[in-house]
């Protein structure tokens, strides 16, 4: 059985049910997972993933108040357990739970070496037996010790619950780097086996084509950036389906371009919904990576680039943000799902009962539907007139990836001229409840700031909003999906709810008379998902690139190593923010370090183009 919590592609006719029992049957492995954190990694201990969520522990259920801590495969632990280590004569014992004699209960079953042995409860046993394989305190003679691990050939077991046998729980990924402890822990060892706490930093991605003017894609290609974050060489794998298309390596903090073919079956035409199988791309590093993707690459009229999260920190619950169809061009707006594993169920559930869309797929014509999707397939929904996909809410059984956009729209609708947008969605686990906005700076006077349209989406039912300073719009939102909308402003803002929102900015188009550039899309990053350090990708080919930056006040910040001193504040938040024009003069590398935590966009315009994306965030859990 091959398994693939966060790391391995198995064949399509895998199915991995018995995953679904690790978080069952070994809670303590929640503690573990491939997770990024600036590339920091342990390559000596490894954790096995659970295949439900790429998130840290971060709180213990323990009643013995023992607290542990797991980042970049260190480990402490501080133990205060009530267990009384005095003898029935109040003295102290030497001796543990796995001996007889000391306190042990009547009828504890402890261990003596592989001799299970049975306590009277007054020092003494009432009965023992010689075990064939292991015994097990609490549970006797066994075949294996419950979370004791082994190799089998290149995938990791671990021994369950019960003590009954060993059960595959992951494949010790060679195109991660990869290899199984075989003769030690029987777990994954390598760069990319423990990576610290959940963010944009992972080993393993799923780039997806989205819908693209037909026409613009000709002689411009479909691309990956990929900056390697780790101090050592990273060797990049992309597949598609069985079919490896290249193997590249990326010098260590440095940016690799990728060009790939466009996929016909998710970037032409405009509906209907459809299923692509094996549409998606698979990206996998040996080493710590970020991704970002760009449709298309080269600098034109009609660009959009998103920000890849690796799969750890995919997750099944997700909420959409996008654009309505436009009626003037016969566009539509659009979501896809992604999944990672055989044998995903992916439900989806608009906005407001229903909104107007091309079925197709398992999808029906209000946007409803429950379709079964396998590793690397591909679920394109498009809207139809009057419709729009804000809102729509994405479950599935196991962690998927969601995009949202538009094939080429009008910001505001009815302004000059259309562009398009894509991003991908923050699992709804990685919301927070408060966003700071602002916008970008015009071109070719950015002493000016653009105009942005704002969107504000709940995630759950019975939400309440509060800006300060106050914005012109509702200030409660009934249900989930529900959303208001800013129109074009250049306020600068804070966004805060009693239950997790999800922001969107929207440039205004070239014709809103906000300099040059037509309509992006950016996810705005909360404040509590912030990082002191960065390595992003900026195409050289635009007019300008800039990277805003929104930081505590009295934050130490540089760009490429040039310290950045020109922040202006955010009213009284306590954060400022800084638009900084990147250099093109180089290879599109960048890097952002800071003292404090802080919050990155990347953007690139000329004349009708433009690109938008968040540079990178933290992806930790954060309760709702």
Not at 52 to 74: K, W
Not at 506 to 515: A, D, L, R, T
Request: charged residues 15%.
């Amino acid at each position: 059985m091959d398994w693939q919590p966060c790391s391995y592609r198995p064949p399509r006719s895998a199915r991995l049910s018995a995953l679904a029992l690790l978080p069952v049957l070994f809670p303590a492995l929640a503690l573990f997972g491939c997770n990024g954190d600036d590339g920091e990694s342990a390559g000596s201990t490894s954790g096995v993933t659970a295949p439900t969520t790429g998130f840290t522990s971060t709180e213990s259920g323990s009643t013995g108040d023992t607290d542990t801590t797991v980042s970049g495969g260190e480990s402490e632990s501080n133990s205060d357990a009530t267990t009384d280590p005095t003898t029935t004569d109040g003295t102290e014992s030497d001796s543990d739970s796995t001996t007889t004699g000391g306190t042990c209960e009547a009828g504890e079953i402890t261990c003596d070496g592989s001799t299970a042995q049975v306590c009277d409860g007054e020092g003494g046993i009432t009965s023992e037996e010689a075990c064939d394989s292991a015994c097990a305190p609490g549970l006797g003679c066994v075949e294996c010790v419950p979370g004791s691990g082994q190799c089998d050939g290149e995938v990791s077991q671990v021994c369950n619950d019960d003590g009954s046998a060993y059960v595959d729980a992951q494949l010790c990924d060679p195109l991660q780097g990869l290899a199984c402890d075989d003769g030690g822990s029987g777990l994954c060892l390598g760069s990319c086996a423990v990576l610290g706490s959940a963010s944009y930093i992972g080993c393993d991605y799923y780039p997806v084509v989205t819908p693209q003017l037909d026409n613009f894609i000709d002689d411009n290609p479909y691309a990956v950036a990929v900056a390697n974050t780790a101090d050592q060489t990273a060797t990049v794998t992309v597949t598609r389906g069985d079919e490896e298309l290249m193997m590249v390596d990326v010098a260590a903090n440095s940016v690799e371009l990728l060009t790939l073919p466009w996929v016909d079956d998710l970037v032409l035409g405009n509906g209907p919904s459809t299923v692509a199988i094996e549409g998606a791309y698979r990206l996998r590093s040996t080493q710590p990576v970020t991704v970002y993707q760009y449709n298309p690459l080269e600098a034109d009229i009609t660009n959009d680039a998103s920000l890849m999260l690796p799969v750890n920190t995919w997750t099944g619950s997700y909420v959409v943000v996008a654009w309505p169809f436009l009626k003037s061009l016969g566009n539509a707006g659009f979501f896809s799902v992604t999944a990672s594993e055989d044998g995903t169920t992916v439900s989806v559930t608009p906005p407001g009962g229903g909104t107007p869309t091309q079925a197709g797929g398992g999808i029906n014509g209000q946007g409803a539907g429950e379709v079964s999707l396998d590793a690397g397939d591909v679920l394109q929904v498009f809207v139809a007139a009057d419709g729009d996909p804000t809102g729509t809410q994405v479950s599935a059984d196991k962690p998927v990836q969601v995009m949202a956009g538009h094939e080429c729209t009008q910001v505001p609708t009815g302004t000059n001229a259309c562009d398009h947008l894509e991003e991908s969605m923050f699992p709804v686990e990685t919301l927070a409840k408060e966003y700071i906005v602002a916008p970008p700076v015009q071109v070719p006077d950015d002493t000016k700031e653009k105009a942005v349209i704002v969107r504000i989406v709940a995630s759950a039912d019975n939400t309440t909003l509060t800006f300060e300073p106050d914005q012109p719009v509702a200030k409660t939102l009934a249900k989930a999906g529900d959303f208001v909308e800013i129109p074009p402003t250049t306020a600068k803002f804070v966004v805060s709810a009693d239950k997790k929102i999800l922001v969107a900015e929207y440039m205004v188009g070239q014709g809103g008379g906000f300099g040059t550039s037509d309509p992006a899309m950016l996810l705005a990053v909360p404040s509590a998902q912030f990082r002191s350090d960065y390595l992003f990708f900026a195409e050289t080919g635009w007019s300008a690139n800039y990277v805003d930056i929104i930081a505590p006040d009295g934050a130490s910040v540089d760009v490429d190593g040039a310290s950045v001193d020109d922040f202006t504040a955010i009213g009284a938040s306590g954060f400022s923010i800084a638009h900084v024009k990147l250099s093109n003069a180089g290879d599109g590398a960048h890097s952002v370090g800071a003292d404090m935590k802080v919050g990155i966009s990347v953007y690139g315009v000329l004349n009708f183009g433009s690109y938008w994306y968040p540079g990178g965030l933290d992806l930790e859990l954060i309760p709702q």
